[in-house]
């Protein structure tokens, strides 16, 4: 192999969406260190792109709230860290129910992330009629978080890309990636076109496709490739600041929308579409957005008359324990892993950017990540580190 | 044997003789139409109360327009046809529909599905196109069609294809006052061209006729014109049609309505949905689903006739709707469907032959303007749903990278509104292609997405 086909840096990131490009970028603004990307297809293109554009905390798992909380500090100066705008509105997040069980949930959820750092208002439904006057008579509290909002998907992992590369990172779009070996102390990623890269660190970010990786590495972990449903309406007079969603344990019931500045209005929730990683397709199934219009109208009557316009999904990778896998390898040193973030790493993917790049410059992070090892889904027998 | 479960999309030429080839074979058909009655757009029907007779609506076409709508009158009981019903998502083995009126929708399992979408006017951005006043030509002979009604008092028809003169004679016949018809083609066809529209020696006549008429009227007929801007105001919508003329002298032509389009462009979204491979098309520039010669798409079980699978025109949908059927039901092994499809088949393929002769002499002597969308100025709005400009296209190649036409739509929202690209698309792709010095085939092809038309949030849910 030639010169020109052996590349080297101090990290290999495989995988362009929005996890390895704001690490890509962090790993080059705040520690120096040389950073080669590869991108199978397009930067920020499935789950990335696809997704809603939730800039949320509020209503995740508890292990979550101090990485969502790094992330929502970067969304506050994204543009300019970006040099583009992103379409970020930090207008709030509303979380609302319809049963007095659900109600009693919000508020437990209220009390058990103030000591973490959120700050959350409780809304009865006369308040929120006052506040807002859209919702059905059949919601009957919500809570808010009024510092989140959304932004735009379909330009952020892009963004993120163009930024890690005017920072000197190498980010190689068509480059798919073959098969990953350990040569001595460093990682060589074959491309299926007969590329070689090498670097001492490496980073798998591969989404939904993740798995395959993990597995050659000795750590397999049990994860599904599913498609978001999502939908748009024609644009309205723009009156909807926060993303709004539906707090249910009914998976049917779930529904979040929010209205872009041009006047659309974005949705998505209740139950996921198939996606097949290996043909790189996601669809949207019929009888999904007919019942998320039917959602859409018992939440939001005044939706009735509006017209969709468009329906598109993404592939996006749940884990089974619907955790997701961050963090060192468990038994390869110098491997990491982001991926696995189960429809929900839009809103904190510049904090796991942030995370990522410093925990693989310096080999530790400030902000505790230790629920998402890949450790525990390692098998009894397999739980020692390998040594070479 | 069950019966086949087949569905027909459509009830214009080609979907009205699809549904006769099925009946005659014995197989109750379901024909969805978004229409309120059947005979497509070409040979569309007057509403109730309306009484003009078929030579005042279709002129020389009305023999074939009462044949299509009495051929479709004596098979209505024989299929179950569903009228202002749009297919607004089809996936494997399965049609989805919804009533426009009520929003009842219904999911309808298939065997076979003979897609006959037709096709609608395919639009060049001209600067100000995006102002009251701006009509495809298909719309402004709707019009007349449906409401005898004229789009304007005084009318300038711009683009080209034989729908410009045809629509303009019918402007003329009907009384209104036509400035000018302005046609970016050039006024002698090439070799090429002339030799596959002797194909149909006496269409082309036909079309010679319309000129001659028009001019004898005193319509300016200008040819190898460069469209430039379309001017008006807020208020009083488009006043001016400015052009280059063929030796580049700038003219203006005042109007209170322009008709606008560049032949036509194939409704290819339920065969997109379908799964259905593409292929770029290299006479019209345009992508259209692969075909057999029969009409079987790539997918089983999904086959394409009509204008939304090749521009063949009224007649060649006819042809192609019946052999599309026919296909399907020998492909079902269906015995009474074999025996019809193996005595037609070679006939119906050699009439497809010539019409596919004249379809390229077609595309050759009114060639889709490529060069013109190419060079739009920066501030011509392009899609006018999203109000993406010329300029924001650009953008999205030369400083976020775009080489394929998704990534620019990803970028600018081209593509992305209620036409979902259907009326800019084309344009969008030149502009694309020509800013990344990239041939137009190889900037890949806008995908679609369901609803193929809006959906009201009301629809209902089914059983």
Redesign the interface.
């Known amino acids: 192999m030639s010169d020109t086909t052996q590349q080297r840096s101090d990290v290999l990131i495989v995988g362009g969406g929005l996890m390895g490009t704001t690490t890509a970028l962090f790993l080059r603004r705040h520690h120096g260190l040389s950073v080669t990307l590869l991108e199978r297809e397009?930067i920020g293109r499935q789950a990335s792109?696809t997704n809603f554009g939730n800039v949320r905390r509020q209503g995740r798992d508890l292990a979550q709230i101090p990485l969502a909380n790094r992330a929502r500090a970067v969304w506050s100066r994204v543009n300019e860290l970006l040099g583009e705008d992103l379409e970020f509105v930090p207008y709030g997040h509303l979380r609302v129910c319809y049963t007095e069980a659900q109600t009693a949930k919000l508020e437990q959820h209220v009390r058990d992330v103030q000591p973490l750092g959120l700050e959350l208002q409780m809304f009865s439904a006369e308040a929120l009629r006052r506040r807002w006057g859209i919702f059905s008579d059949e919601v009957v509290a919500g809570s808010l978080s009024p510092l989140d909002g959304h932004a735009n998907p379909?330009?952020a992992g892009?963004a993120f890309g163009?930024a890690a590369q005017r920072a000197g990172a190498h980010i190689h779009e068509h480059s798919e990636v073959a098969h990953i070996e350990r040569v001595g102390a460093e990682f060589v990623a074959h491309t299926v076109d007969g590329r070689q890269y090498r670097a001492p660190q490496l980073l798998v970010t591969t989404g939904a496709w993740s798995a395959r990786f993990a597995q050659d590495f000795g750590e397999p972990v049990p994860l599904d490739a599913r498609g978001p449903q999502m939908g748009?309406?024609?644009p309205l007079p723009y009156a909807i600041g926060p993303s709004i969603g539906v707090s249910t344990p009914i998976e049917t019931e779930g529904l979040y929308f929010r209205q872009i500045a041009?006047g659309n209005i974005v949705f998505g929730g209740g139950l996921k579409g198939p996606a097949f990683a290996d043909a790189m397709r996601a669809?949207?199934?019929?009888?999904n957005?007919?019942?998320q219009?039917?959602e859409?109208?018992r939440f939001v009557p005044a939706?009735?008359?509006?017209?969709?316009?468009?329906?598109?999904s993404g592939i996006e990778g749940y884990t089974d324990d619907w955790v997701p896998v961050m963090g060192p390898s468990a038994r390869v040193p110098g491997l990491h892993y982001a991926f696995g973030f189960n429809g929900e790493g839009f809103a904190i993917s510049p904090g796991v950017g942030e995370v990522m790049a410093e925990l693989i410059a310096t080999g530790r992070t400030s902000t505790p990540i230790d629920a998402f090892s890949i450790g525990r889904f390692a098998p009894a027998e397999q739980d020692q580190p390998i040594t070479t | 044997m069950t019966p086949p479960r087949v569905v027909v999309v459509g009830a214009g030429p080609a979907g009205v003789r699809a549904a006769q080839a099925l009946v005659e074979a014995g197989v109750r058909p379901i024909v969805i139409d978004e229409g309120r009655r059947d005979g497509g757009q070409i040979y569309r029907r007057q509403p109730d109360g309306f009484t003009r007779t078929h030579a005042m609506l279709y002129g020389s076409e009305a023999a074939k327009a009462q044949a299509l709508h009495e051929g479709f009158d004596t098979l209505r009981e024989h299929v179950d046809y569903r009228p202002e019903t749009l297919a607004?998502?089809v996936?494997p083995g399965?049609l989805?529909t919804v009533h426009a009126s009520s929003g009842e929708?219904a999911?309808l399992d298939f065997d076979a599905l003979i897609v006959c979408a037709g096709a609608t006017d395919r639009l060049m951005p001209v600067p100000g196109w995006n102002q009251a006043g701006c009509y495809s030509l298909g719309a402004a002979q709707i019009a007349l069609k449906a409401q005898a009604c004229a789009i304007g008092s005084r009318v300038v028809f711009m683009g080209s294809g034989p729908l410009l003169y045809l629509v303009a004679a019918q402007y003329v016949k009907a009384g209104a006052k036509v400035e000018a018809v302005l046609d970016t083609a050039p006024a002698l066809p090439t070799f090429a061209a002339l030799r596959g529209l002797l194909n149909r020696p006496r269409l082309l006549l036909r079309g010679l006729a319309l000129k001659a008429m028009l001019r004898l009227t005193g319509v300016k007929l200008l040819n190898a014109i460069t469209p430039l801007r379309i001017e008006g105001t807020p208020e009083g919508g488009v006043a001016e049609v400015a052009i280059h003329d063929a030796r580049g002298a700038e003219r203006a032509f005042a109007c209170d309505a322009v008709g606008l389009g560049w032949h036509l462009r194939a409704e290819t979204q339920l065969a997109d949905l379908a799964r259905c491979e593409f292929a770029f098309e290299p006479l019209s520039r345009q992508w259209l689903p692969r075909i057999d010669a029969d009409g079987r798409s790539s997918t089983p079980g999904v086959y394409l006739a009509g204008d939304g699978a090749r521009l063949l025109g009224a007649d060649g949908a006819e042809a192609a709707g019946r052999l599309a059927a026919l296909a399907a039901l020998h492909d079902l092994n269906h015995a009474r469907g074999r025996t019809l499809f193996a005595a037609e088949r070679m006939s119906l393929q050699r009439t497809l032959a010539t019409m596919n002769g004249f379809r390229e002499g077609l595309a050759q002597a009114f060639p889709w303007p490529h060069a013109h969308a190419a060079a739009l100025p920066n501030d011509a709005v392009v899609c006018r749903c999203?109000a993406v400009t010329a300029g924001e296209l650009r953008r999205s190649v030369l400083e976020?990278?775009s080489q394929?036409v998704n990534?620019a739509k990803?970028?600018s929202r081209v593509g992305?509104?209620?036409c979902?690209g259907r009326y800019c698309g084309h344009a969008a792709a030149e502009i694309v292609a020509a800013a990344a010095s990239i041939p137009v085939e190889q900037i890949g092809r806008l995908r679609s997405?369901?609803?193929v038309k809006?959906?009201?949030?009301?629809?209902?849910?089914?059983e």
Do not use: C
């Not at chain 1, 939706?303 to 598109?312: G, K």
């Not at chain 2, 809006?454 to 089914?462: G, I, K, N, R």
């Open positions: 397009l792109g379909r330009l892009p163009r748009v309406t024609e041009r669809y949207v199934k019929p009888d957005t007919l019942r219009l039917r859409l109208r939706f009735a008359n509006v017209q969709l316009i468009r329906v598109w | 607004w998502n996936t399965q989805h929708t999911t999203e976020f990278g394929e990534r990803a970028f992305m509104g209620r979902q997405q369901a609803p809006p959906l009201l949030m009301s629809t209902q849910e089914h």
